[in-house]
């Protein structure tokens, strides 16, 4: 049934491309707006809920009608949004098989992390545990199901000489990276159908109940007169977390195991990135200060020039990011 519905939106696809003579990029999109809608309803199990990615993209799904099953370790924190909500710790494995028997997902997206390099890298172990053995529950749960499965990784696989296309080899400089690359390893070899999606330094709008982004601080002490230091000499392609959310959905409307970089258009430092938050807001520019990397005593090793480039999702999904100025307005509502 599901098979055929699909088959006949490709074969629509191919006639209005066809058609109209249009090269295989309008193909691939057209294919990607009809899938979006044979997809509408597709029940989406969603990890991290809780987190700042999850918040959004939980909220983003539901709006698009995806029938999604947010889960987080903790109470949900969402405040709105046409949701799900199951509490499931995936080191766990029992209670991440309850979700799936009860739920019966079509795609698992797996944003859930810990996602702090420096807690990573003072506990070893917990962050095994988080971020590669709960992989493993999720997607042997997904092989039962035979559901597709989505990775939320990062730019933190990759060392040096960013900005990294997809083809680059890995080389983490942290625990945290190191993890993330074993759980990616784990989602490659699994045989279920995926996609590996890679962010960077992610920003956008801030509510109660989330972990703010560095947007957030850069503003809260800027407006209350504080001055912060931030680095100069370390440069990142900061994703917006709504051109993520749009980036997602085109990349599991698209072909299966495949990787995709969906980070910003603007290579940049965090110093200039503080300068365009100030800016935007009119605060003082002067209570920044440029520092370099070595000026703060930091825990783990960070990449000096990371970055990704997006060159293979604007070209073959027709990813769009905006630039980082209009990112910050948007989180701002400017
Ligand atoms: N933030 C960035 O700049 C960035 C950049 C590149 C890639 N990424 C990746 O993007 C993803 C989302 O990042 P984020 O910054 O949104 O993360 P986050 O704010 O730190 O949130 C992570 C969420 O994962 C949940 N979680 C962690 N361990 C869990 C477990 N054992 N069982 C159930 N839930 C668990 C937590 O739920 P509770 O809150 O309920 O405990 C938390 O809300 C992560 O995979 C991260 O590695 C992030």
């Not at 109209?20 to 990890?47: D, G, P, R, W």
């Not at 019966?104 to 095994?128: F, N």
């Not at 960070?302 to 293979?312: P, Q, T, V, Y």
Request: proline share 4%.
């Amino acid at each position: 049934m599901k098979i055929s519905k699909l088959a006949i939106v490709i074969l629509l696809c191919n006639s209005y491309t066809s058609s109209k003579n249009k090269h295989l990029k309008v193909n691939l999109k057209c294919l990607s707006q009809a899938t979006n809608e044979y997809f509408s309803n597709m029940k989406i199990l969603l990890t991290g809920s809780n987190g700042f990615l999850g918040q959004h993209l939980t909220q983003f799904l539901g709006d698009k009608g995806y029938e999604v099953l947010a889960v987080s370790r903790g109470a949900q924190r969402i405040p709105v949004g046409k949701f799900l909500y199951q509490s499931v710790d995936l080191t766990h494995k029992q209670s991440v098989k309850q979700a799936f028997d009860t739920f019966k997902p079509e795609l698992v997206i797996h944003a859930a992390a810990m996602s702090k390099p420096d807690e990573c890298h003072l506990d070893q172990a917990a962050c095994l545990l988080h971020n590669v053995t709960a992989t493993e529950h999720l997607v042997e749960c997904a092989a039962r199901t035979a559901a597709r499965f989505l990775y939320v990784s990062t730019d933190f696989i990759f060392g040096e000489n960013g900005p990294h296309p997809e083809t680059a080899i890995p080389n983490p400089l942290n625990f945290y990276g190191k993890s993330k690359w074993m759980a990616e390893e784990i989602v490659r070899a699994s045989g279920l159908n995926y996609h590996i999606i890679r962010p960077v330094f992610i920003y956008g709008k801030y509510w109660e109940g989330m972990r703010p982004s560095f947007i957030q601080w850069v503003d809260q002490n800027l407006s209350a007169g504080k001055p912060i230091k931030v680095v100069a000499d370390q440069l990142r392609t900061p994703s917006y977390v709504q051109d993520l959310c749009k980036g997602i959905e085109l990349v599991f409307s698209g072909p299966i195991n495949t990787e995709y970089h969906l980070a910003g258009k603007d290579i940049i430092s965090p110093f200039e990135m503080a300068l365009t938050v100030a800016r935007v807001r009119n605060l003082d520019t002067n209570l920044i200060t440029a520092v370099t990397a070595d000026s703060f005593p930091e825990l783990v090793q960070r990449a000096k020039f990371s970055g990704l480039k997006i060159d293979k999702a604007v070209q073959e999904l027709g990813y769009a990011p905006v630039d980082f100025e209009t990112g910050v307005r948007w989180s701002f509502d400017l």
